[in-house]
Structures are given as structure tokens and as C-alpha cells.
């Protein structure tokens, strides 16, 4: 049982690149998430799913694809990497919206 | 808009000592709030949750209090030891789902 697992764990891009952030749970987690975590901040919510084939927008979607096509996956796609998009990205997952999430260790993007 | 905030950003006591950290909350219909704790370099790791028709709840060493009526959360952490040292956030559950999380409170236990 890996529990949320996050790859790749570092990425550098050049910007206007584009990119898929994978996130997978072998935990059958109906729910998962993707947050953003800049520096001394909080964790923003991006995109997040209640299950396969449905995907909603959080806090700060611009600039983010997601599709959930298996309970298993979750990849976060930037279409075109921009500075701003530096940061951390962690992918959680639970049974439901009201479980505690589990959070896979987090991707240190730096879009130069 | 609906956010979740803390009061302090950072806290220092003393190796023994309890601490309380402090969460207010905005959005009345929230109705699942959840503390973590997380090291540098790592991930949010779950501490505790609480479900909004309570008012305590307890884990080892870790106790929640949520105030509904001024929308006021709080963790007390009993005997702290320089292992809690880490930044801690709440989180609560807002409409269609989503966990939206606070800024977050650093704890630095002395020794």
C-alpha cells in the first residue's frame, strides 16, 4: 500500500512549456485534490474530484487542466507554464469529503 | 469571499509546556474542519477532525474545540515536545466538497 504517491518530485521548465503533474492512490479513494503551496503560505486548492469522469474548480484554477478518467489517477496538466506557477504541488486523497485527506510528499516545480 | 484564517502566524513555548493554536473560520455552513501538521520538506499529515454537531474532541496529546457560535476552532496540544514543531493548519469543508485550508500557525518548541 503506497498511499498517494507524486511524480515527478522535482521539475524545472522553461516557460511557455507544458506539463503533466502525476498523481496516483492505491487506496480507492473516491475523493482527490490538487493544492498549491508558495512559499510561508497555505495550501490553495487547484482543481479536485468527487470521482472518475467529475472534476471541479477550487481556489485558483486558471491555468490547470484535470481529468479523472480512473478512481486511481488524477494528473494536473499546465498548458502553458508561466513564473508565477513556481511552486509546490501536493495531490490528496480520501473515501469522501468529509475523511481526512492523505497527501502524497509534494512537487517542486521551478518555471524559469 | 468564504476563507479560513488563523489568528497568529507563528507561536513559541516552552518544551512541556500546552499549546493552543487558534483557527477562525467564515463560512457558517462548514460543516467538517480538519488539523494538520506539516515539516518542512513534507507533506500535510492529519492531526485531528471534528464534525459540526460536536463541540470536543480528543486524540492522544491533541485535543479540538470548535465554537460554532463565533466560528472559532482550536487545537491544544498537551506537553509539547520539540516533535510538534512544525507549521499546523486548519481546514474546513465548504460547498461541493472542497477543503479549504488556513494560512497556517508555526510552532517552535523551546527546550
Known amino acids: 500500500n503506497a498511499g498517494v504517491t507524486q511524480t515527478p518530485k522535482f521539475q524545472v521548465l522553461k516557460t511557455g512549456q507544458s506539463m503533466t503533474l502525476q498523481c496516483a492512490q492505491d487506496?480507492?479513494?473516491?475523493?482527490m485534490s490538487w493544492y498549491r503551496q508558495d512559499p510561508g503560505m497555505g495550501l490553495r486548492l487547484i482543481h479536485y474530484?468527487?470521482?472518475?469522469?467529475?472534476?471541479d474548480q477550487g481556489e485558483v484554477p486558471n491555468g490547470y487542466n484535470v481529468s479523472r478518467s480512473t478512481t486511481e489517477d488524477f494528473p494536473l496538466r499546465l498548458l502553458s507554464a508561466a513564473p508565477s506557477q513556481t511552486s509546490v504541488y501536493f495531490c490528496?486523497?480520501?473515501?469522501?469529503?468529509?475523511?481526512?485527506?492523505?497527501f502524497g510528499d509534494g512537487t517542486r516545480l521551478s518555471i524559469l | 469571499g468564504e476563507s479560513v484564517g488563523l489568528h497568529l502566524p507563528t507561536l513559541s513555548v516552552q518544551e512541556g509546556d500546552n499549546s493552543i493554536i487558534n483557527c477562525a473560520y467564515s463560512?457558517?455552513?462548514?460543516?467538517?474542519f480538519i488539523w494538520y501538521k506539516q515539516e518542512s520538506g513534507k507533506g500535510p499529515q492529519f492531526i485531528i477532525d471534528?464534525?459540526?454537531?460536536?463541540d470536543k474532541r480528543q486524540g492522544q496529546r491533541v485535543t479540538v474545540l470548535l465554537n460554532k457560535t463565533v466560528k472559532h476552532l482550536s487545537l491544544q496540544i498537551a506537553a509539547t515536545q520539540p516533535g510538534d514543531s512544525a507549521v499546523y493548519f486548519c481546514?474546513?469543508?465548504?460547498?461541493?466538497?472542497?477543503?479549504?485550508f488556513g494560512q497556517g500557525t508555526e510552532l517552535s518548541v523551546k527546550p
Open positions: 490528496a486523497s480520501s473515501f469522501g469529503t468529509n475523511q481526512p485527506q492523505h
Open positions: 487506496m480507492n479513494h473516491e475523493y
Open positions: 474530484s468527487v470521482g472518475a469522469g467529475i472534476t
Open positions: 463560512n457558517s455552513a462548514s460543516d467538517y
Open positions: 471534528i464534525r459540526s454537531n460536536m
Open positions: 481546514a474546513d469543508r465548504q460547498q461541493g466538497g472542497k477543503l479549504i
